[in-house]
C-alpha cells in the first residue's frame, strides 16, 4: 500500500491524457527511484510553468509571454493566417515547420449536442484580426470531422465580406496509407477531393 501523497500523485497523472492508472503507477515508481535525475527538475519545470503560463491575446495560444512567441516572431509571414481548433492543432502544425504564418486558435468548435455555440469561440476576435488588415490568406485547418468542417463553413461565411483567400487543408488518403485500412468518411472525401492523373 502506498502513502495516501503518493497515492494522490498516481491519481493525478492517471487523469493526464494518454496515462491510464498502470502508466501513472509506473510513472511514479520511476519518479520515486530517480527523484534526483526526474522528480526534482520535474517538480522546478512544473512550478515555473505553473507560475508564468499565460495564454496569448492575439491568437490563444499557451506560452510563458504575452504575446506569445509565435506572434512575435519577425521571420513569420503576418499576411498568413492558419485557424485551427485547439493549442494542440497549432503545436502539431508548428512541429512540422511547414507552414510559415501566424495562427488563430477557436478554443473548440462548434457542436450542438455538446452546447458549444458560435459566441463560445474566438471567432468574433478572428474577425477583428482580419478587420485590422494586413491578412491575404486564411487556411481553414480544422479537424475532418462533421463539426469541424460545420466550424469551417460557418467561417467562411462570416469572413466572406473581408478580402482574403480563404483555403482549407487537404483531406483524404494518408501518404503510405492503404484503402483496407482507412475508415469511411477518409474514404468518402478522398473520393470527392479526387483529381486528374498526370
Not at 485547439?86 to 455538446?114: I, M, N, T
Not at 482549407?168 to 492503404?178: F, S
Not at 469511411?184 to 477531393?193: F, K, P, S
Request: overall charge neutral.
Amino acid at each position: 500500500m502506498a502513502s495516501p501523497e503518493i497515492d494522490a500523485l498516481t491519481q493525478a497523472l492517471a487523469r493526464l491524457p494518454g496515462l491510464g492508472p498502470r502508466s501513472a503507477r509506473r510513472a511514479v515508481l520511476h519518479l520515486l527511484k530517480k527523484r534526483e535525475a526526474a522528480l526534482g527538475p520535474l517538480l522546478r519545470a512544473l512550478d515555473v510553468v505553473n507560475q508564468r503560463l499565460v495564454t496569448c491575446g492575439t491568437c490563444g495560444n499557451v506560452d510563458t509571454v504575452d504575446p506569445c512567441a509565435i506572434c512575435t516572431d519577425p521571420r513569420r509571414d503576418a499576411r498568413l493566417l492558419c485557424v485551427v481548433e485547439e493549442v494542440a492543432d497549432l503545436w502539431a502544425l508548428d512541429r512540422s515547420r511547414l507552414f510559415p504564418g501566424r495562427f488563430h486558435v477557436l478554443g473548440g468548435r462548434l457542436s450542438a449536442l455538446e452546447g458549444v455555440r458560435p459566441e463560445d469561440l474566438t471567432i468574433d476576435a478572428l474577425v477583428r484580426r482580419l478587420a485590422a488588415g494586413g491578412i491575404d490568406e486564411v487556411v481553414l485547418a480544422m479537424n475532418a470531422t462533421l463539426e469541424g468542417q460545420t466550424t469551417a463553413h460557418y467561417i467562411a461565411e462570416r469572413i466572406e465580406a473581408y478580402p482574403v483567400r480563404v483555403t482549407q487543408l487537404a483531406h483524404g488518403l494518408p501518404v503510405g496509407g492503404e484503402l483496407d485500412y482507412l475508415d469511411e468518411g477518409t474514404l468518402a472525401q478522398a473520393l470527392r477531393a479526387r483529381r486528374p492523373l498526370g
